[in-house]
């Protein structure tokens, strides 16, 4: 007899950690952890997620038809070809139960967000990791890792935790040199930050081809990261095996009735956008004048990179400001040992940051 035993490769599987939250304390702390917004959330979403709470009673509109309504209007895409789901985690990993099998593999870059190659684990799949030129993706290297086991691309476009992106271009060059079976998943969660104009977020490839589908989240931009909304864009038999694979009610009441009201108020969006620009360039400025390496980011995020000395180094540095209350992201689990991600927070935040930077690496430091 043994004992219950789980499916090849999930207990290969390092469970994913969250950005540290700070510790309950009289300090005013700063959570710059987790790429949430700076500005919170819409206030017209949390109106509509109050009001949502007359009708818990009652189950959720499982087709999601208003909010996909609603994305179609705000992104000019057709709404049949939209999956919500509970986060934009939920689309990824669908996409990989339904497509990817044990023994197959999937690819992303080395720095690529990690949570493709949990889900390719937890499918008793292996994850290829393409390297990066200037910590950025290159379609050349993805090209090579690329067999006749490989069922998915992942692309994070721009990426997390680098903040870099490739222009809509190499994504077009990547896609034209796959195989038409391998599918190509552009995650763009960040695409409502990107201000530059050889950026394209996917949904325009989505159209033209049926083998990409591209994600999106509320968690970002929209400050809604603890509702877990996020959706998917599909070529229409790809929508049709994501609607039969997830759970029927996949997203909550509460979820649906915020993302409507949060699309409606794009002044919201709009102004997050722009106060993220003003304090990423701040910060970016800051950093500079310490004498900091920094990767220049189009994000919510900056990775910032440490020189190996005692005190000053990333994980020193990390431990002196949670113990002054400022959460950042270690980047251990990504093998960039030497470097922090600090997510753009709200202005006393970012101020209280570069303080106690100045502390360790300033003139008088
Ligand atoms: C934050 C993030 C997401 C969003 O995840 P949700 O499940 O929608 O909260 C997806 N991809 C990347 C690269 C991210 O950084």
Redesign the pocket.
Known sequence: MTNPTPQPGILDITPYVGGAAPAPSEQKTYKMS??ESALGASPKAMGAYKAASDSLYLYPDGGAHELRAKIGETYGIDPAQIVC????????QLLTKAYVGVGDNIIQTQY??L?YALAAKSCGAEARFAPEKNLTADVDEILKLVDERTRIVFL?NP???TGTYIPDSEVRRLREALREDILLVI?A??AEYMEVPDYASGEQMVDDFDNVVM??????IYGL?GL???WGYCPAPIADVLNRVRGPFNVNAGALAAGVAALEDQEFVDQNRSFNREERDWLAQQFGGLGLEFVPSH?NFILVKFPDEPGRNANDILDFLKSEGVMVRDMGPYKLDEWLRISIGEKAGNRRLVELLSKRFGNDG
Do not use: H, M, Q, W
């Not at 789901?85 to 990824?92: A, P, Q, T, Y």
């Not at 994600?215 to 970002?220: D, E, G, N, Q, Y």
């Open positions: 987790s790429n789901g509970s986060g934009s985690d939920e689309i990824l690529g967000f949570v994070a990426n997390n935790p995650d969660a960040y994600t999106r989240t509320f968690s970002k990261g877990r909304l996020g994000c």
